[in-house]
């Protein structure tokens, strides 16, 4: 075969390159035309998916696209409005969910698939706000919007989320989740969401990680959508509450609904302290609590904690409030089996107990939000009970040793034989309330002695009263030895009263640093009796 000529080729060569060339001006035209074109198409499959999943009204103020580089898309403004507000079209109507800006990428030829599919969408600015469940339920339904869903996302990743969950009150701030990065993924047409999200709380100031699975969205009624999942809150800084201090974890579980969730978890704060000024001690919780989205309110039922080796109990609610803003915390808090010198430790600095002992303890406890101090603002009022109590000092438990054999009519053994150690017990009511103590019914027994006082101690131990009396089983005579003895026994008819031996009026007063104990015969305030205090306390339980 004889060769072809070199024109010949020349020629094949033109036609191939020309063709390139068309072929590229075509392709050209073609994404020209899908630019074109695609901008509206994207649009209205967005706005259409979204109407039909939410069955509502969609706004979306702008949408770009560019196909030179894959199918790249941006948009912004985007609010859903939700299925129950029929004055969307009124001047400030809160959406459902508004999003600042949105972007994905895809292939061009998923433009002609249907429902056409994205693999990923970047979030920027993304608020969910749950309206009242009363107020959605008077606004009544408008019509549905019919469509098909055009359009399926396989994964969200949004920042600076928020979610709002609003109240029915007034006068309650919305319970806010301020979410700085969420991942979610979507396993399917009527099936949860699953996500994970980090926040950051501001009040105490901690990191919490979240992963659960959230949905099926309740087009509805939102805040019936079901939620749940597990948390953890690490590295929680309480000295950003005023009044406390330490450092807290927690981890738990939740469930529920947006407007109901029921969390359980624990909490561990290895040196916490309040600013009585005590030591940090480790406090350990294990809670049960259900967040009421309708008030906002979150009810402790119950919390079991630990603090050193005290257990105790609480019961109640902490009440979100718009005025003042904060949380107003009310507990109804037992203990049983605890230890005195645990509770000390939180009023007080010295590594070693004052006292130790058994305590039991009921009180109702009521801290209302405010800028004082948790002393200033905390109102405690219950009843203790305290038993074999030794005090630390050798100087102090001796002279209760002291007191207890001469009041038993041994005042031979009081100065010769060596101290007893014996144990005291305490009882009586209480109510705290501007940081001071008032004890209307204090009663401090020993084998032989009754001391019962009335009066208030100021939390920080200065300038305080007390008046009462102290009741001895042995006669005053008794009580000593040799012509003291003697020179007592006629006043012994005077100080017997209702069968003691006898019956002193006393007082304690000074400050925690220069205390004094003295009679008090000039004292003109009548002793109450048991009825007067019982009915003293009925009276402030119910204020």
Not at 63 to 80: C, E
Not at 355 to 383: C, I, Y
Request: aromatic share 6%; proline share 6%.
């Amino acid at each position: 075969m004889p060769p072809l000529p070199t024109g010949f080729f020349r020629t094949r060569a033109r036609k191939i390159v020309a063709a390139l060339l068309f072929a590229g001006l075509m392709f050209v035209v073609f994404l020209s035309i899908l630019a074109h074109h695609a901008e509206p198409l994207l649009r209205a499959r967005v706005i259409e998916t979204l109407s039909t999943r939410f069955q509502s009204r969609v706004d979306l103020a702008a949408l770009h696209v560019s196909v030179f580089n894959g199918l790249t898309v941006s948009g912004s403004g985007l609010k859903i409005y939700g299925q129950s507000d029929p004055n969307i079209h009124l001047p400030g109507v809160q959406p459902l969910i508004d999003v600042d800006r949105f972007s994905f990428r895809t292939a061009p030829i998923a433009l002609l698939r249907v429902p056409m599919r994205i693999g990923n969408v970047h979030i920027t600015g993304f608020t969910l706000n749950i309206p009242p469940k009363e107020t959605r339920s008077e606004l009544g339904r408008v019509a549905s919007t019919r469509g098909k869903i055009k359009m399926i996302v396989d994964h969200f990743e949004a920042e600076k989320c928020n979610l709002v969950i609003n109240t029915n009150r007034l006068d309650k701030l919305p319970l806010e989740f301020e979410i700085h990065d969420l991942d979610m993924t979507d396993v399917g047409e009527g099936r949860p969401l699953q996500f994970h999200a980090s926040l950051a709380n501001p009040k105490p100031l901690g990191e919490i990680a979240s992963n659960g699975e959230f949905g099926p969205f309740n087009v509805q009624e939102p805040r019936d959508s079901p939620v749940h999942g597990h948390y953890t809150f690490s590295h929680a800084d309480l000295g950003t509450l005023k009044g406390i201090a330490g450092i807290l974890s927690s981890s738990g579980e939740y469930s529920g609904t947006l407007g109901n969730i029921v969390v359980d978890g624990v909490t561990d704060t290895p040196d916490f302290r309040l600013d009585l000024g005590g030591r940090g001690i480790p406090l350990q919780t294990t809670f049960h609590a259900i967040v009421d989205g309708t008030t906002g309110d979150t009810y402790l039922q119950p919390v079991h904690a630990r603090l050193m080796t005290t257990p105790f109990t609480a019961i109640g609610k902490v009440v979100r409030s718009a005025y003042p803003a904060g949380h107003h915390i009310e507990l109804d808090v037992t203990l049983t089996q605890g230890r005195i010198q645990d509770l000390l430790a939180l009023a007080m600095r010295r590594p070693a107990p004052i006292m130790t002992g058994a305590v039991q303890l009921h009180t109702r406890l009521d801290l209302p939000p405010g800028e004082a101090t948790v002393s200033n603002r905390l109102f405690l009022q219950g009843k203790f009970q305290i038993s074999g109590v030794h005090f630390s000092s050798a100087a102090v438990q001796g002279k209760i040793d002291t007191l207890s054999l001469r009041s038993q009519g041994k005042p031979e053994m009081a100065k010769n034989e060596p101290a007893e150690n014996i144990q005291s017990r305490m009882t009586g009511h209480f109510t705290l309330r501007n940081a001071s103590l008032d004890l209307p019914d204090l009663v401090f027994q020993v084998p032989g002695t009754r001391v019962s006082l009335r009066g208030d101690y100021p939390l920080d131990g200065d300038d305080f009263e007390f008046h009462g009396n102290a009741r001895f089983d042995a006669r005053l005579s008794q009580m000593v030895t040799g012509w003291k003895s003697l020179l007592l026994k006629p006043l012994d008819h005077f100080f017997r009263k209702d069968g003691s031996g006898a019956d002193i009026p006393i007082k304690i007063s000074g400050t925690k640093a220069d205390v004094h104990f003295g009679l008090d015969f000039g004292h003109k305030t009548k002793q109450r009796s048991a009825r007067d205090q019982a009915e003293m306390i009925s009276r402030e339980n119910k204020q």
